[in-house]
């Protein structure tokens, strides 16, 4: 048997070793790490208090850091983001926002109070003055796939962007139901159908069905009775649609960031998808040849000028203009910087979100 303090002396100096793969710093989560390595020997049974208490005493002479105070990590958090630019750290808080409450840096009251003060206009006290900042991050890191591709993977191209289109037309027929809606409406089920699953593709004929039996009532009843019956029979049809559009492809209903296509050969794909029904043969024509880009379009409200609307689409340039890949993507935000544009505001804040491979062109729209 060995002395509880040979136990603590021996355990201190298994952290200093391990403090050298850790930039000669001392945390609370490497005492408990290294400790629950040797949990089974003689010397991991070692009392915590007693072994944070032996590294205290010995850090000067070893040369380590020790942060186990909140007060010692507030600093050193401080000294981290001090090294950091402005941009950089208004970047760590919009993604820590972004995370939610399932972003551990959201719930640590002294990361967000330390870059809260960073982001203040208070003077740098002076302890920060060619401060020489610990190498490691002081913060939990929220939890990412060890291997994105094996992430469950985005819909179908083409499924999912026909569907957008189809959901669109119904959308538009749900508004007011005419003949001509349910043209339209029609001809994105029929565009849908190759890309829908085979247990699926006898309710989207059926729905098509229904929309042709109500626009050819509506054509020939002439009865005030009759005609009623058939717009609530078009109506009916028109909800089915949506019914059917949804049940092929959930994520129809609304155009998510995330949906949004990265390559240059995805967006080309997605545009033919989502105007083969609507667009024109010079806009398909386009579409295939044009450049692919991104646009940003910014605009100020015509109150205070702080609040900003961003309108993004991925698409195709060509003569006729910007060609749509899919609906927009519209982003509410406060500017962070009175001095810049909106657009420039958007792509501090929100550019590095951008993870595509193709031209982005932010836009400031400047009309009042």
């Known amino acids: 048997m060995i002395t509880a303090t040979e136990r603590a002396d021996w355990m201190a100096l298994q952290i200093f070793i391990a403090s050298r793969a850790n930039h000669d710093v001392i945390t609370h989560d490497l005492v408990d790490a290294v400790m629950s390595r040797d949990a089974d020997k003689e010397q991991g049974k070692a009392n915590k208090e007693m072994v944070r ?139 849908l159908r190759p890309a829908a699953p085979t247990d699926l593709q006898a309710e989207l004929v059926d729905a098509q069905a229904d929309i042709d039996d109500a626009r ?53 794909a997605a545009a033919l998808a989502y105007n083969a029904v609507e667009g024109t043969p010079e806009e398909l024509s386009a579409i295939a040849t044009g450049m692919v880009s991104v646009r940003v379009h910014c605009r100020s409200d015509s109150g205070t000028g702080w609040t900003v609307t961003a309108t993004i689409t991925a698409g195709v340039d060509s003569p006729m203009g910007h060609i749509t890949a899919h609906p927009p993507i519209l982003v509410k935000f406060r500017k962070r910087d009175g001095r810049d544009a909106a657009a420039e505001n958007f792509r501090k804040m929100f550019g590095r979100l951008f993870r595509i491979s193709v031209p982005v062109y932010y836009v400031t729209d400047h009309r009042p």
């Not at 092929?248 to 990265?262: L, S």
Request: glycine content about 4%; hydrophobic content about 40%.
């Open 216 to 268: 050819e009532a509506l054509r020939t009843t002439r009865s005030l009775t009759g005609r009623n019956a058939a717009w609530d029979r078009a109506r009916a049809a028109v909800q089915r649609a949506g019914a059917a559009i949804l049940a092929i492809e959930p994520h129809a209903k609304q155009m998510h960031g995330t949906d949004m296509p990265a390559t240059a050969a995805d967006i080309r």
């Open 53 to 191: 208490r032996i590294i205290r005493k010995r850090a000067a002479s070893e040369s380590v850091r020790v942060i186990f105070t909140e007060d010692e990590r507030y600093w050193a958090i401080r000294e981290q983001l001090h090294a950091m630019t402005t941009d950089e750290v208004h970047a760590l808080r919009d993604e820590i926002a972004e995370g939610g409450d399932d972003d551990p840096r959201g719930w640590d009251p002294v990361l967000t109070k330390a870059i809260s003060v960073r982001l203040s206009h208070r003077q740098q006290t002076r302890r920060l003055w060619n401060c020489k900042p610990v190498s490691i991050r002081l913060w939990r890191e929220p939890r990412r796939p060890a291997v994105e591709e094996t992430a469950p993977a985005a819909p179908d191209t083409a499924r999912l962007f026909t569907a957008l289109a189809a959901y669109e037309s119904f959308a538009y027929a749900s508004l007011g139901v005419t003949p001509r809606e349910l043209d339209t409406l029609a001809a994105h089920l029929t565009a």
